[in-house]
């Protein structure tokens, strides 16, 4: 059977804070702000991309920025954390970098084996790793704020907690082409190719609460599929399973199908393109606000109603 899913294409969360959540991504982290547009489906709200040069899948997280949004809580049925991929060089680095800017973390830990992982978390709380690796090629921002060699390479690795694995890794491995590559106590990855920016890790949770959905929470998360025709043949086999998925929505750099899957997190598949110069060039992407066509009408109003920020990154130099 044809591999219709090729890996992780984007993560997406929530934020109480659009100013400082670009300080914390394109500043602190150094990832590059690749596209700065609106919800589609709220476009009084913000939506950032943030990736590697271009925006490639696999290393891209995007936020929603609501205002003040109240927190939300870690627990079962929740992506709860998303992990940057590092080369294994990098440790001295970024915990000297993250000390600089009072970012708490945790102590190094060993994972599999053959990755060191610190945990932190950003100023809403939201779940996130460095994963120091020597087996991941992909270059980053390499013209950000970060020396290239020490620069995000795009995600490692995402981690779902569950009451227990069976249901979602049914759906990972039957519908969406991932097989089981390692467990470890109550850790299962899944991958759909079998390198960094592709693994789904389930942690069975049975003792914790559900998650809440909040500031600092994952929305959802997108897998790659290379085309429209890939995606709708996905799309088939999703309405096989009675997994009710939405029709094809045009996302501008990409088209979207979403669906929730048994454990209770929102999935989306996403077709790899067009991708995010198809409306500025790759040396502005992210300077200008990008609104899809038929919101060019409203943009005086669109404007106005969103809060106003600045990327001056000099500070995180
Ligand atoms: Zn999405």
């Known amino acids: 059977m044809q591999q219709l899913i090729t890996g992780i294409h984007h ?65 079962k049925g929740m992506l709860n954390t998303s992990a940057f991929s590092l080369s294994i060089d990098s440790l001295d680095y970024w915990t000297d970098r993250l000390s600089k800017f009072d970012v708490n973390y945790k102590a190094p830990q060993e994972r599999f084996g053959n990755e060191v992982v610190i945990y932190f978390e950003d100023f809403d ?37 569950q009451e227990g694995y069976e249901r979602t890794a049914g ?14 106590g109550n850790r299962f990855r899944f991958a759909a190719a079998d390198a960094p920016g592709n ?41 096989q399973r009675q997994l009710n998925p939405t029709p094809v929505l045009d996302r501008n750099y990409f088209t979207s199908i979403y669906f929730r899957e048994p454990g209770g997190v929102l999935f ?22 990008k609104l899809p066509a038929q919101f060019e009408k409203d943009r005086a109003s669109i404007e106005k109603a969103l809060p106003p920020i600045t990327i001056d990154l000099s500070k995180y130099e």
């Open 171 to 184: 759906l990972l491995t039957e519908q969406l082409d991932h097989t089981l590559i390692a467990e470890k």
């Open 199 to 239: 693994y789904v890790d389930i942690v069975c949770m049975p003792d914790s609460l559900r998650g809440l959905s909040g500031s600092g929470t994952v929305h959802h998360i997108a897998f790659a599929t290379p085309t429209r025709e890939t995606q709708d043949q996905a799309r088939s086999r999703l309405i």
């Open 125 to 161: 709380g939201l779940g996130l790793e460095l994963v120091f690796t020597d087996k991941d090629k992909r270059l980053g921002y390499i013209h950000g704020p970060i020396p290239p060699e020490h620069a995000i390479k795009g995600f490692f690795n995402v981690e779902i907690g």
């Open 11 to 75: 993560v997406t969360a929530l934020t109480s804070d659009a100013q400082k959540n670009i300080g914390f991504y394109a500043g602190i982290l150094g990832m590059r702000l690749v596209k700065k547009t609106v919800n589609f489906d709220a476009k009084e709200v913000y939506h950032f991309y943030y990736g590697d040069e271009t925006g490639q899948p696999g290393g891209i997280l995007t936020f929603f920025p609501y205002q003040g949004l109240v927190g939300g809580r870690h627990g």
């Open 268 to 289: 989306e598949i996403a077709t790899a393109g067009p991708g995010f110069q198809v409306d500025e060039p790759e040396d502005q992407l992210g300077q200008s606000l």
